[in-house]
């Protein structure tokens, strides 16, 4: 299986696979005013498609998606948490909303939740539907990981170009202490790159509600193509943007 993480769903186009099997997209825009989907009409296709938790577990964009939660249910097939602490929050969530119903909803663990050896998979089986195995491990590892996991979760790889490097609470965008000046663009996500001394450039993905940022690995802007990752097995989610 083939899925696709888009910062902003105006990627959706752009990405390699024209129909992945899974659809991984920011909150962010959202939370910005952008208008939320309808479900099953998502514009990159997708046959699930999640929305995720917002990168930094607190904070103004934080607790405006915890109070639209039943609406981000009503759009999309489900929700990829990116903290271990997000698990305990959507069950809060779903308590304090009943017509949600969890078994409706595929539920997905992104890398920073660590899963990078059995105990850690062993964890998440029944809580989740499916967890990222840390990029950390070699492909090996991650392989040999991913062919141990546990019943009822599925494996997911990053590859190389959609890692993140850090996930900071400052603005990477501009110079200065500068709050909310706008250059990230209306719905953020337009940070620009940092450039380290050997000259490598890292994209920078930013949140102008609480003027944080990501910062991701040279070349993440480059798509795989599903075929280069043809020797995989069907239980195996390949991410490949």
């Known amino acids: ?9 105006d990627n959706a186009p752009l990405t390699a696979a024209p ?4 659809v991984h997209v920011s909150c962010i825009p959202y939370l910005c005013g952008k208008k939320l989907p309808e479900k099953g009409k998502f514009p990159g296709g997708g ?9 930094i577990s607190r904070g103004k964009a934080y607790s ?7 609406e981000f249910a009503s759009s999309f097939d489900g929700f990829t948490l990116q903290n271990p602490g997000d698990h305990e929050t959507l069950c809060e969530l779903l308590a304090s909303n009943p017509s949600v119903k969890r078994e409706e909803l595929f539920i997905a663990g992104d890398a920073a939740l660590n899963v990078s050896n059995n105990a850690t998979a062993r964890f998440w089986q029944g809580r989740l539907d499916s967890a990222a195995i840390l990029p950390e491990l070699s492909d090996e ?13 599925l494996p997911e790889i990053i590859t190389p170009a959609n890692k993140i490097v850090m996930r900071s609470e ?11 000046c706008g250059q990230c663009g209306r719905y953020g996500l337009e940070g620009g790159s940092l450039f380290d001394i050997n000259g490598k450039k890292f994209p920078v993905v930013t949140n102008p509600i609480d003027c944080n940022s990501v910062l991701l690995v040279p070349g993440s802007s480059q798509a795989f193509g ?13 991410r490949v943007f």
């Open 19 to 22: 129909s992945p099997d899974i």
């Open 47 to 55: 046959k699930k498609v999640l929305v995720s938790f917002p990168f």
């Open 64 to 70: 405006l998606f915890c109070g639209r939660f039943k």
């Open 1 to 9: 299986m083939i899925s696709v993480f888009l910062f902003s769903p």
């Open 226 to 238: 599903p075929a280069e990752f043809s020797p995989y097995p069907e239980r195996l989610i390949l």
């Open 141 to 153: 590892e991650q392989l040999e990981l991913a062919d141990r996991f546990p019943d009822g979760l």
């Open 170 to 180: 400052h603005c990477f965008a501009v110079k200065g202490k500068t709050f909310h």
